[in-house]
């Protein structure tokens, strides 16, 4: 497989866990579970679900964009390569601050999710050079 499919295909991989990481957190409503967040008022921090959008949509896309280009410029690799190194550091400290956990699929999803980060950042830093 070409290393710009890799890449692309790792990146779909990022937004599918991160689609099931949330679907995961909600799944214990429908069998009863009180899904309210504990310490809050019920107002949504809009600040907090912009990030979390940019992070598990906008700049996958983007990173998809960058190698779905037919021009091979350095800087649209490089620009995927930071994205991709971002993502993995994110899925990092996110893996660190949500586990132990109560839901047991987040055992299996989070660090799956640091390993597609680790293997992305790594074929986008190679395909740089």
């Known amino acids: 497989m070409e290393r710009n ?3 692309i295909a ?3 991989m990022t937004i599918c866990g991160f689609a099931c990481h949330s679907l995961t957190d909600i799944l214990p409503m429908f069998w009863g579970k009180d899904m309210a967040v504990v310490a809050t008022n019920g107002n949504v921090d809009y ?8 992070l598990s949509f906008f700049i996958p896309a983007c990173g998809m964009f960058c190698m779905l280009t037919d021009c091979h410029a350095k800087l649209l690799r490089t620009v995927n390569a930071v994205l991709a190194v971002l993502i993995a550091l994110f899925n990092i ?3 660190f601050m ?4 109560e839901n047991a699929g987040q055992y299996v999803i989070l660090p799956m999710m640091v390993v597609i980060g680790c293997v992305l950042a790594w074929h986008s830093i190679k395909i740089i050079k």
């Open 47 to 54: 600040g907090m679900i912009v990030f979390m959008m940019t």
């Open 10 to 12: 790792l990146w779909l």
């Open 98 to 101: 949500e586990l132990p956990s």
């Open 5 to 7: 499919q890799k890449i």
């Open 93 to 95: 400290a996110h893996a």
